[in-house]
């Protein structure tokens, strides 16, 4: 069974989908950099990397720039369902799409899974399939994210005429194709974690909890 992951809402910030895109895009330089930093050491045995203290702390960064990447992508579903715009937006037909979607695409995963994306408080705990691809590497995870948030930046600019096209969505539609592009993003990081916790032994609930906390200490969240 897939561990939750469960990442807040950061209640003291106000972010827009603009703004969001400009942080994933600064969220997702500094999880490639600190993958670049790790390479060296991807091929080692999580015992291996155990005995090896600058290995489990390069690791650890990856791990938890994986989970800024998605973060930033949950606190804008938050925000989306609030929006006037959105009325009536459901985050059960958004991860009943994505696995339409995923199925439709061909992609391997348990289809007998329990996914889904549920609000507990200030919380999001969501369960999205591990899959089941061949050759997933962290360096081609780095390069997913960047393809997916090419396709965020269509939704935001040219498939609503941001520099005179003709639009060819309607605000709706184009937010809904924005709240797609953003679960497909934390689809990204979350099968990388799924592997790093298989192949490393990578404990993800100590890292949500340390990931939480830091957002606390920075003010983010309650």
Do not use: W
């Not at 994210?145 to 709706?172: D, H, N, V």
């Not at 924005?178 to 974690?193: G, I, K, N, P």
Request: net charge negative; charged share 20%.
């Amino acid at each position: 069974m897939l561990e939750p992951i469960y990442l807040p809402k950061l209640n003291h910030l106000s972010p827009t989908l603009d703004s969001t895109l400009l942080k994933i895009m600064e969220e997702a330089g500094e999880l490639a950099r600190a993958v670049l930093h790790f390479l060296p050491y991807e091929g080692l045995q999580a015992a291996e990397i155990a005995d090896n203290r600058e290995a489990t702390v390069l690791l650890e960064e990856v791990a938890g720039e994986l989970l800024d990447v998605a973060q930033t992508c949950v606190t804008m579903i938050f925000v989306m369902e609030q929006m006037p715009e959105l009325s009536g937006f459901s985050t059960g037909e958004l991860i009943q799409a994505h696995l339409d979607k995923l199925s439709a695409k061909g992609y391997d995963f348990d289809r007998s899974g329990a996914y889904n994306i549920t609000t507990a408080g200030n919380f999001k705990y969501l369960v999205l399939p591990r899959l089941r691809l061949k050759q997933v590497t962290l360096l081609t995870t780095v390069c997913k994210i960047q393809e997916e948030l090419g396709e965020l930046t269509q939704f935001l600019g040219k498939r609503q005429g941001a520099s005179g096209e003709c639009p060819e969505l309607a605000t709706r539609a184009a937010l809904q194709g924005c709240a797609a592009e953003l679960l497909d993003v934390a689809q990204c990081c979350f099968t990388m974690m799924y592997i790093l916790a298989e192949s490393y032994q990578v404990d993800i609930g100590a890292l949500t909890q340390q990931h939480v906390a830091k957002l606390r200490r920075k003010g983010y969240c309650a």
